[in-house]
């Protein structure tokens, strides 16, 4: 008898957890609903245009009003507005035009930049031979297999295969101003 009392404590203790767990979800769930539904704010920039915030931080220093009915903040039909202005050239437009001088100094700015950084690159380059060469020179006595070694000297490999497809890259930018 002692077992099923304590079988059925058990079971009822599961239930009123269960029970707790359920009940503790909701508050939860609540909680962060209404979180979510909190106050909304209209501040007016400086433009004219609203924005709508419902962090507080973010009225402060401005002309900001609460927002008590709901505001669809949905972008209106496209013919009513002008469109916006695109960073892309439309197709019938040319851009415009750059002196000579100008586009001369941007050319010789760039090119200077790009043979700093194949010089960077260059020296770089330079020392990762220099590792790998004195960590190929190196063999530790747990390298008796070969593979071992290869595997220790991957990173430096792998270092120097980057530092010249940088320097290729590199050559093909400056080859290109040209």
């Not at 099923?4 to 239930?15: E, H, K, P």
């Not at 501040?43 to 009915?69: E, H, I, L, M």
């Not at 380059?125 to 000297?153: C, H, I, M, T």
């Amino acid at each position: 008898m002692a077992t099923r009392l304590t079988g059925s404590l058990t079971v009822a203790y599961r239930a009123t957890a269960g029970a707790a767990l359920a009940m503790l979800s909701m508050l939860l769930l609540s909680g962060i609903a209404q979180a979510q539904g909190g106050p909304v704010w209209r501040c007016v920039d400086g433009s004219g245009r609203p924005q709508y915030t419902n962090v507080q931080a973010d009225t402060t220093g401005k002309q900001c009003t609460a927002v008590t009915k709901e505001v669809s903040v949905v972008r209106p039909p496209a013919g009513n507005s002008p469109p916006p202005q695109s960073a892309a050239v439309p197709a019938g437009r040319v851009p415009p035009n750059v002196s000579a001088g100008t586009q001369r100094a941007r050319d010789d700015s760039r090119r200077k930049i790009l043979q700093k950084e194949l010089a960077d690159e260059e020296a770089a380059l330079a020392s990762a031979k220099a590792d790998f060469a004195e960590q190929e020179g190196q063999r530790s006595g747990n390298e008796r297999n070969y593979q071992r070694v290869l595997d220790r000297l991957a990173p430096y490999q792998d270092k120097i295969d980057q530092h010249t497809k940088n320097i290729e890259a590199l050559q093909n930018e400056l080859g290109s101003l040209r």
